[in-house]
């Protein structure tokens, strides 16, 4: 009677894990095999992809979308088709810029483009404007145009691991009041 039980539990267990807000979460292989407007949630994560496949754009009902650990640089314009989606992750890519497609995401709440080069924050970001959290942690950031301060819904930016000065941090505190910034101590050499 104890086993049946336990296997019960783990499998209840095991489904719970498998989903997110957005319902479970399909991989590539499982979800272009199903109905596109079925699936909701995505993960690309660790398959090396260098660009992402045509068939994606039939899935309109995205709401979560995984590009952690690829080799993508851009985006392409398609990408724009995916505009229920509120959740973005494309963590440890090798994007040098945030793609502007991006920004043509209405209903996105939630972008992690952590551990890329990213340079520049482009001043469309205003776009986005249900954004609640930006992850940018260990990128390049040397300009974050004033876009970012146009996001009325913003509640946390994470900055962690770039460079800047304390006249930065001290200006960037002064214009985002009620957003947690979370930053490593400034550089003095950069004043």
Known sequence: MKLPFALIFLTISFGFLAQTNHGNVY?????????????????????KLDSLPKELWQFTHLTYLNLDKNQLTNLPEEFALLENLIELSMSKNKFTFL??????????????????????IPNQIEFCTHLQTLDFYDNIIADFGSGIFKLSELKTLNIEGVMYG???????KRKLPNVNVLLDPPCKCLN
Request: aromatic share 6%.
């Open 27 to 47: 991989s590539w292989n499982e979800a272009r095999l199903a109905n596109p407007d079925t699936i909701q949630a995505i993960s690309f994560e660790k398959i």
């Open 166 to 172: 304390t006249n930065f941090a001290d200006d960037l």
């Open 99 to 120: 793609p502007l497609v991006i920004c043509q995401l209405p209903a996105l709440q939630k972008l992690n483009a952590s551990r890329n080069r990213i340079e520049s």
